[in-house]
Each structure stands twice: as structure tokens, then as C-alpha cells.
């Protein structure tokens, strides 16, 4: 097993562990069981491959455990489970002291963990990503949220785990698909923050693909280390944490445009970082030669690289209804090398629609 | 105007401004309108009364404003409303840097403010408080929620203003039963907090009730700096906090039992106040001669000091699926004295049921 910090400065600093058949560890349970109350969140997919394990785990550390399951797909992050979720806990009397547990990958994680911040003002939740994404990304940083008709993760807050468990052997039975989309995320992290890993990348994207144990691990691990170090310089997105959104702007349009779940949130983010890599060779400089190396890695990965049939002049409008348009404007993060990202406000539209249709040729 | 601070240690410590006349200062909006997109929500008893010179003074201050109205009542502290809230954020564009600003009570600042806690993961809001419960209490220290049916301010977060414009002019056309209800808060303020303050009530609550304005200016002050006090001492309730709950317990119960609304919050507070001071009375020593003396304030505010028609054993169940239910064991604010009040656990039920049947005698 391997621990990752993320420093936050106070006592909501907290540990990344990853490692295999970790789910199974009470011991990595038990300093969070506190009162004795958990409530475990999942889905109908992950709950009969992982559950019964997690639920005796907990319970050798001493928990007594109320399991909720909520439907798969994005369409969970929404009101009405949420309130499913915050019903079945209150039905179980869960005071304050309870631990809420999210099993399952970015969609349980991201529900599971609204949930635990507003119920009842707020309460501790630990995070068991098993899902590549979750455990490269959506599990660490403390980001929340659910959906709206208007607009994707518009409805959340910014609530730390207490703990993250990355048990990679639930990667073993990840559906190939799921696994590409992870890898999206991955392949993020390199391009914004690490050429080294970049390249470590393009040497063993195959082998990730196939689902190599130690190489999964250690890009479950480098990707932790780098969002960790972002997210402890700006916990709640005031300026720099805004880089890991590389691709996300692009990307949050496609699954707006397509409905949520049509493609997957990796792949929408996929077709987003060649987008994205366009408008920055457009706009920031990045030579024409990494732009291609962009597309190549996200292609070896199984993954997308051009959108889907939407109208380019209809995924700009979509862009300029995502929250992360300040004030009516576009901001957007660009590479000015492969493993150097930043932010840019006002750049034109025209060269946005250009990268559209660059990326889609 | 006078000016209490509430002091968080950080960025987040805040003004809370008395007087008369306030609502139209745009000065002390300037501060807090930013990049200029301000978001007012009101209800639709209020907002005759006071929007358009809110939004005159805002737009004085540099703002574009856009105005949400809600219902009326505790049932605007719903699922429902709140999606209306940010419904009407996204439709108007709103960004992350937008003011949220809640015009009202204390459903109105409660709803509003958790909108501004879960909106794009957290806006900063402003409270200008048009109610003496909502001067006196709700609006200070950043507790916001909405209602669940299993239980009151079951879905909420700790968010705190950027600051408090409590303008005592609006007291001159509440209703004489809102009056009643923010009369209870204040006299929570004294029972808990300040023996002097409970003697300064007992000489002045018909001057109050008669709506003194330097009677009610300087109530609504000393309440701010007694809760200012407790919240800087306490900001998430992991402990003291919890005394301003004090009749809390039984009023909620009161509230469930009854159906949101039906009373107002302050009046079953009221009512529960008196059964609590029965039951320090019975576990916390307190004096006999100081139940009467609690009660016959609670009456001469014009409030009830009898709980409703509900037999007890049913509101000692609905008590028992309070939020403040540790583990499924009741926690109680007692007073010792009048002036001072301190958290017990572990009371015996058959007490909780005996200070029932007193207080209803």
C-alpha cells in the first residue's frame, strides 16, 4: 500500500491510500467509525461485486452499517436521489456523528458526498473509488455535486473526504469503456502538470490498457500526488486549481449537448482535451507537433478524439452557459507545452470555433 | 447605525449593521457587489414592502440586479424552491462571483442562504433581515438549511454572510404574531446567555411589544453580540453552540407535529422553552421560582406557554428523531439559572415526559 498526502494545513488534511484489496482492511476503517454509525452509498453495479466485503470490513471495526443503493449512470446526480439518499439515512436515525461511506465510482462520489455535506449541516464521508476516474480524480479534492437541466455539477459544494481508499483490484473488473474514460483523466493530469509522466505514458499506455497491475497503481498514484498538490494550493478553485478543468469546458458542452450518460464523462473530456489542445495551439502558443502528440496518446487510449455530430456553433453556446464562464465570458485552460498548463480569459470565439472544427476533421 | 463584528479569525469574520434606514444605504452594499451580478431573493409579502428600494440602493452601489420571489412560509424551505432559486440563478446567468442577497425572514434567509452554499459549490450572500426573529437570530451565524418531511433543517450547510444589514425600520410593519416570535429568540438570548439582559426584558417587553424603536434597536444589538459571542467561539457546533438551541428540541417537535407553519418557529419555541425550563427545574437544579418567572415573560411577550394539542408521548417520539438526537439518545440545553444554560445528555425520558405534562398545566 501507498499513502499520499493532501495537505490542507489543519485538521482536514488527509490520506490517499492505494494499494490492492484494500476494501478489506478494517484497520483502514476503524479511526473513522467514530460513533459506530455508517451509512454506505453505492450503486446497483458496484454494490454486488464489492459490498458484502465492505460491510463486514466495517463492521470488524466496530460500525453498525445501513447501505443505500442509488441507480448507475450520471442521471443519479440528481434532487431526486439525492433526496432518496438523505431520506434513508434519516429513516436509520443517522445523527450527526455518522460516517457516510461512497462505494462506487465519480457518480456515487460525487451524489455520496453532497449528500454528506448538507445532511444535517454536514457530516465525515470516506471515499472508495473503483472506478479508474474516481480513483485518479473525482475521489480526491473534496469537489461535490449534482446535476442540473441547465448545467452539469451546478448544484454542490466543496466537502473533504476523510479518508480516500483506492483498492485498484476493482479495477480487474472494470468494464473496458469505463477504463478508457479513466484514463482520460490521466492522461490530463500528465498533460497539464508533468511531461515526464507524459512520456511514461506514451511508453506504457498499452500496458494500462491491458490492465497491468503495478503500472495502474503507479498511475493511480502519480495522478493522486499531482491533484494533491494542486488542490492544497487552492482548496475551493479560487484561481490555479481551475488547470485540472484542462479539456472539462469542451467537454461538459458535449455531455450537455448529448444528454448526460450519452458518452461517458472521461470520453467528453477526451474529445475535450483535443479541443482544447487546438485552441491552445491557437491561442497559447503550443507547437503544432504536441497538438498531434495530444490526439496520438488520447487515440492509443481507446478513447475519442473528435466530438460527437453537434453543430460547432451549438456546443459554443452550450460553453457559454457552463459556470465556469465569469461574467458572460469564456475562460479557458490551455497548454503552452505538453506538461504546462494555465488560464486564459477573453480569447476569441472565432478561434474557438476554429478549434472545434479542427478537432472534428 | 451600530456595528457588531462577528469574529471567525479569518476572511470570514463579519459586520452585522442596526439601525433604521438602512435597506436604502448603497454603501453598505458596495462592498460586497464585485464583478456587479446581485441575485435578490425575497417572498412575496416582503418584497412590496422593500425590493425596489433594495434594488435601487444596489444599483446605486454598481449592481445589475435580478429578483427571485418565493412563497411565503416554512414550506419555501423545500426541495422544490430551492431548485426554483437556482433555477432562476442559471437562467439569469450567474456566475461564481455573482452576491446572492436574501430579503426577509427567516425562511427567506435560511432557503437563500443555503442556495448561496450549494450554487456552483458556494457564492457569497448577504442577509438583510426584515423580521425581528431573523435580526435577533437566524440571520447571524450561518446556519442555513430546508426542511425535509422526516424533520426540520435536516438538509443544510454552515455558510456564512459576507455580512448583516439589519434595518429595525422594517419592524415597524411586521405583523404583531412575527413580532410575538422574534420576542421569543430574544428572550432565549437573556434565559441562556445573560441574567442582566433577561432584567432589562422584564422591565421593557412592553415597550417592545409597543415597538420602541430604541427598545427594539437595542434588543436586536445585544442579541447580535451575545450570539457573535457563541458562533465565534463555536462556528460549526461541534459544542457550545449547541446552548442556542436552547427550546429547541421541544419546538421542534412542536413544529413537526403540527405541520411546518402552523405555529410559527418563535411561538414553538416559545412553548418549548417553558417545558424546558421544566425540566432544568427536574435535572439541572434550577430554581422552581425562576420556571415561573421564565414563564411569565415567555407570556407577557404575548407567546404561548402551553405546547398545542399533541399528547406527549408523541411529542417525545418526535423529539427522539431530532437531528440533535445523539445516537438515538436526547441532548437537552438546560438552565441552571436564568442567564446561564449548559448542554446535558443522558436525561431520563420519564423527566422529559413529567416537564411535558407541567408545562401544558
Redesign the interface.
Known sequence: MQTVRLELGNARTYSIHIGRGLLEDAALYAPWVG???VAVVSNRIVAPLYLERVEHALARAGARVVSVLVEDGEQAKS?RTL?RV??AL??A?C???TLLVALGGGVVGDLAG?AA??????IAFLQLPTTLLAQVDSSVGG???IN?A??K??????HQPCAVVADVSTLDTLPERELGAGLAEVIKHGLILDRSFVEWLEANIDRLRARAPEALEYAVRRCCELKAQVVAADE??AGPRAILNFGHTFGHAIELGLGYGEWLHGEAVAAGMVMAAELSSRAAGLPRAEVTRVRALVERAGLPVRGPAIEGARLLQLMQ?D?K????TLRFVLLEAVGRASLHSGVALQLVAESIAAAAA
Open positions: 460513533a459506530g454509525q434532487w433526496d438523505i431520506e434519516l429513516a436515525r445523527g450527526r456523528d453532497f455535506a448538507v445532511y444535517q449541516r454536514g469537489k461535490t455535486a442540473h441547465l448545467g455539477n451546478m448544484i454542490g459544494a466543496f475551493r478553485e452557459g459556470k464562464a465569469a461574467a458572460g
